[in-house]
């Protein structure tokens, strides 16, 4: 019997994969065409504005980031200079200074960079949650619940796994990634596309695996957001053990640690 060929042109899941990262690289890539101006460069600029233009203008910076950080998408500055700041990039420090000072003092935020490569930003709340819970854990969020599954389960095997580990994992909690989810829908999709977009995880390619192989660690974006010492208590009631039985996990998520990300607001960048 005559087997049937794949066209040459149909591509296969590993080469989408591929292609994906290689468009979002060129889209990082966008930010190469943006010189940073200097402090001389931005008064030229602000001496050329009113102030009614340059207020005008940092509010629809604020409008645009609040927008995107509805839907937890980290905000690219080549994204902010490409499709909000425009003509007056050369005056982009300063709407980003009067940005972020809108944030922290009408809002209580904090406009946070959490790549300095790329220029990549988040918002945090200032304000203190309720028990000190940065994330919402109501059963009205259970995609957060399925987050802080998988980031209690990196941080309990070390702060990397095999993503075959996680689906095996949430298979064990009737989470079957390979059928579509009454909550999640299609849960590989949410957590490769949403949460990995989202800065909270990072899919990372194992070298020198054939078949390909996935890791998945903490993003940037859980770093700053999520408190170990909650993640863990979580992780206590899921297995019905006490948190300190995890002696080495309990360690790392009462000592205290420098953060790696910006202790205070962007102002320049």
């Known amino acids: 019997m005559s ?12 080469s989408k994969g591929a292609r994906n990262s290689m468009v979002l690289l060129a889209d990082e890539d966008d930010d190469v065409s943006y010189t940073q101006p200097s402090t001389s460069q931005v008064q030229k600029g602000l001496d050329r504005l009113t102030p009614a233009q340059v207020d005008l203008k940092t ?12 839907k937890k998408i980290p905000i690219r500055r080549a994204d902010i200079v ?14 980003l200074k009067r940005t972020s ?16 490569k790329n220029h990549v930003y988040i918002l945090v709340n200032k304000l203190d949650p309720p028990d000190g819970e940065l994330l919402s854990m109501t059963p009205s969020n259970p995609k957060t619940g399925l987050l802080f599954v998988i980031l209690g389960i990196i941080f309990m095997k070390g702060g990397v796994v095999k993503e075959s580990m996680v689906w095996n994992t949430l298979k064990k909690l009737r989470v079957d990634p390979g059928e579509k989810h009454v909550d999640f829908g299609d849960v590989k999709k949410v957590v490769i596309e ?5 800065r909270y995880l ?27 010492v909650k993640l863990l208590e979580f992780m206590g009631q899921l297995h019905d053990q006490d948190p300190q039985s995890w002696s080495q996990q309990y360690r790392e998520a009462t000592t205290p640690q420098a953060s790696t990300a910006p202790s205070g607001p962007v102002s320049q960048r």
């Open 3 to 14: 087997q049937r060929k794949r066209p040459h042109n149909a591509p296969s899941s590993q």
């Open 59 to 70: 509010a629809e910076v604020v409008q645009f980031i609040f927008v995107k950080d509805q």
């Open 82 to 95: 490409k499709h909000v700041v425009k003509e007056y990039r050369n005056i982009y420090p300063e709407i």
């Open 101 to 116: 000072r809108t944030f922290e003092t009408v809002f209580g935020l904090s406009l946070k960079e959490i790549d300095s």
């Open 194 to 198: 949403e949460f990995v977009k989202q």
């Open 202 to 228: 990072e899919h990372v390619r194992v070298p020198h695996t054939e078949p390909l192989e996935f890791e998945f660690r903490w993003g940037q974006r859980a770093d700053i957001e999520v408190s170990k």
